[in-house]
């Protein structure tokens, strides 16, 4: 059975920072696209950053850039996030997403399997 679980959402305070994980069950994502998406209330769900299977192009939302850092661990089969300098605006479910295919994609619609999301909440 595929699973996708997320970890390492919570409150923190605005310029702090925080990390998920993403851990993988029934299949190596190593093999495919991952993604990590948000959606905050009121809100689409949103791309914010994407990482290729095998060589190591990345994309980040404009919004993330240079704050955020998204990363393979081959050997543990898990995905991460590191967020820093966040914000209020970062306030969202985090969800992290596999492609059935190896190159990245910002469509959500191109991801076979999501994670049940974690919550990341901003105090300003």
């Known amino acids: 059975q595929v699973k996708l679980v997320e970890s390492g959402g919570g409150l923190v305070q605005s310029g702090g920072s925080l990390r998920l994980s993403c851990a993988a069950s029934g299949f190596a994502l190593n093999s495919y696209a991952m ?12 791309a914010v950053s994407c990482i ?4 190591g192009i990345t994309y980040y939302v404009d919004s993330v850039k240079g704050r955020f850092t ?6 543990r089969n898990t995905v991460s996030l590191q967020m820093d300098s966040l914000k209020p605006e970062d306030t969202a ?21 999501w994670g049940q999301g974690t919550q990341v909440t901003v105090s300003s």
């Open 35 to 46: 993604a990590w998406f948000r959606q905050a209330p009121g809100k689409e769900r949103e």
């Open 52 to 55: 290729s299977s095998s060589d």
């Open 70 to 75: 998204i990363s393979r661990d081959r050997i």
């Open 93 to 113: 479910v985090y969800y992290c997403a596999a492609a059935l295919h190896a190159s990245i994609s910002r469509t959500n619609t191109e991801y076979r399997y």
